[in-house]
């Protein structure tokens, strides 16, 4: 039998372990006399919704992706191609997570849609690889870009020590993590301005690319689709870059419970940023063309800093600190939303306890936030940017693509479900599609990184047996998980 969710009780240190009701304990059903329901509490409104999906998409990816989707491409005119077909299938997919989230009015994402759809075994799986390899290897991906861009200014005339970029993004990673830990409301707040940020980011060099187009500087743009031979076979590695820059569309369903109006709140949050997103990444990428051709910007390991350099003078220096809290408001809103996944997985008995508990006075899930620390340090330290990227990304777009079919199955099984928000079906169809024939095919185009990825997410198999369905375990190995 699946082990059950256990019962609230308040535990010494001021956490409370939460339960699907969340309600404290109490005798016939009374609040004791002094108490208050300890809960996370309904406070993402809807300019913090807006800001979390666009300050999580707008990170490191449109400043680093763009050289490996044109390095996969191997022209100006099909990465552009790339980047507009990513930017519509994450609208498709946004919106598909839209329906979901307004038909199942439940935190936990990905997770919680391929519970209630698939049954405890895949859902148990997505958790378990969610845990060991696509949120620490996100954050440690994101965090490696925000420690290069934040030393850029103080490294002009030399390379950065490899050495000073995980030192100082370890301390990023732990800054994100106490913050998260202190205070939503807080959290929220930063993640709004960050959110300004990164669009005053993108600004600096969407305008002076659209001036340079006005003057005629569109000489990269001749002959867009001729280049340098790209097999067919590494179109998948362009589309988890376009994807990956694109990631964060569907963070807001993480935090469902603490979403005001939710019916209302996350289609029209999930429409708005991704309108925004789409634009302001294919303009940015035509922007780069305007003043670096394709060689150099293969050759360019901060591609933003490498164009304001030639355009903006002086003014170049603010760019790479602009890129840094980009940085820094993706790995803050990553964090914010994975911790409730692992809140909701532990509260239906998919991991340890204590990571459903909530802090009683600051109400956030902080052992669901502090356990991800160790996790991303060690990924921090023991893998390069490029191999991290393609084995999270394996990963992380199955999981997507087989929720996104659960929309479909469920559009079968339950006809009559309230859906207050209902998309196309072709939609959903296409988008999952797309996503589990990129995952088939990368398997090809780089089975190293791809096949240890999927390795380990065989290993949730496994685990699942033994760490939920064993119901005879020794005393203690009971108390160790």
């Not at 928000?421 to 398997?443: D, E, G, Q, R």
Request: positive net charge; glycine residues 8%.
């Amino acid at each position: 039998m699946v082990r059950k969710p256990v019962v609230s009780t308040i535990s010494k240190g001021g956490y409370l372990q939460g339960n699907v009701n969340r309600r404290l304990p109490s005798l016939g059903n009374k609040e004791p006399p002094g108490q208050e329901k300890v809960q996370l509490k309904r406070k993402v409104t809807l300019l913090r919704g807006i800001s979390i999906i666009i300050g999580t998409i707008i990170g490191a990816g449109i400043f680093i992706s763009p050289k490996g989707v044109l390095q996969n491409t191997g022209s100006v005119g099909m990465s552009l191609t790339i980047w507009t077909v990513c930017g519509v299938l994450s609208l498709f997919g946004a919106l598909s997570y839209a329906e979901l989230g307004t038909s199942i009015k439940k935190s936990g994402g990905h997770y919680t849609y391929i519970l209630e759809v698939f049954g405890p075994l895949p859902a148990f799986v997505r958790v378990w690889v969610e845990l060991l390899i696509i949120r620490p290897a996100a954050t440690a991906v994101i965090s490696l870009a925000f420690g290069r861009y934040i030393l850029e200014p103080f490294f002009i005339q030399c390379e950065i020590p490899e050495l000073a970029i995980k030192l100082i993004t370890a301390v990023g990673i732990t800054v994100v993590m106490v913050l998260n830990s202190m205070s939503v409301s807080w959290s929220a707040r930063i993640q709004i301005f960050l959110t300004f940020c990164k669009l005053t980011a993108i600004l600096i060099i969407i305008v002076p690319g659209v001036m340079q187009l006005i003057k005629g500087q569109t000489q990269n743009f001749k002959d867009a689709f001729s280049g340098r031979d790209s097999s067919i076979m590494r179109l998948p590695l362009a589309f988890y870059y376009g994807m990956y820059a694109y990631a964060g569309w569907f963070y807001l369903n993480f935090v469902t419970e603490e979403v005001e109006n939710p019916e209302k709140t996350i289609p029209l949050a999930i429409c708005i940023s991704m309108a925004i997103v789409t634009i302001g990444y294919v303009l940015t990428n035509v922007a780069y063309f305007t003043t670096i051709n394709a060689e150099e910007l293969l050759l360019s390991n901060a591609v933003a800093v490498t164009f304001s350099e030639r355009l903006l003078g002086n003014f170049s220096l603010a760019v790479p600190i602009f890129v840094a809290l980009s940085c820094f408001g993706s790995m803050n809103g990553g964090v914010f939303a994975v911790s409730r996944l692992f809140y909701v997985a532990s509260r239906e008995g998919h991991l340890p306890e204590i990571l459903s508990m909530i802090h009683v006075r600051k109400h956030t899930p902080l052992p669901a936030v502090i356990v991800l620390h160790p996790l991303t340090m060690i990924m921090l330290f023991s893998g390069d940017l490029d191999s991290l990227l393609n084995f999270l990304s394996f990963a992380r777009w199955l999981f997507i693509g087989l929720a996104v079919a659960g929309l479909i199955y469920l559009r079968y099984k339950c006809p009559d479900m309230h859906r207050p928000f209902k998309v196309p079906l072709f939609i959903p169809a296409l988008f999952s599609f797309t996503c589990l024939f990129m995952v088939a095919l990368s398997l090809y185009s780089d089975p190293f990184s791809t096949g240890i990825g999927f390795i380990i997410t065989l290993t949730g198999v496994p685990a699942y047996y033994l760490f939920i369905i064993w119901d005879k375990k020794p005393k203690w190995f009971r108390i160790m998980s």
